[in-house]
């Protein structure tokens, strides 16, 4: 069992940052590849990014290459989203998950967090 919890959303203006964290209780977070997904009112949860166990693969959508970096700090039991160059359709609820692989679909995942809502103004 791996219980998630996210942190560190909030409002932003266009064009600036943020840093999700998302803490994981256990002592088995370093053998679970992690994602992030977010999910807008009113519509699906998407994928946004993952990362391998040993941080050796990452995977992005095409709306976040070169924005987003999903990175991981095994020691921590933490995985942390930069969210650079944030626009107005990046707001959403952002959600942490763990699973066996870094994939983009959310029925991979077995453990997922409560979320954490990011707001962009324009």
């Known amino acids: 069992q791996v219980q998630l919890v996210e942190s560190g959303g909030g409002l932003v203006q266009a064009g600036g940052s943020l840093r999700l964290s998302c803490a994981a209780s256990g002592r088995t977070f370093s053998r679970h590849a992690m994602g992030w997904f977010r999910q807008a009112p009113g519509k699906e949860r998407y994928f946004v990014a993952a990362?391998?166990?040993?941080?050796?693969?990452?995977h992005y959508a095409d709306s976040v290459k070169g924005r987003f970096t999903i990175s991981r700090d095994n020691a921590k039991n933490t995985v942390y989203l930069q969210m650079n160059s944030l626009k107005p359709e990046d707001t959403a609820v952002y959600y942490c998950?763990?699973?066996?692989?870094?994939?983009?679909?959310?029925?991979?995942?077995?453990?997922w967090g409560q979320g954490t809502q990011v707001t962009v103004s324009s």
């Open positions: 998950a763990a699973g066996f692989q870094p994939i983009s679909t959310a029925d991979g995942y077995l453990y």
């Open positions: 990362i391998s166990r040993s941080a050796d693969s990452t």
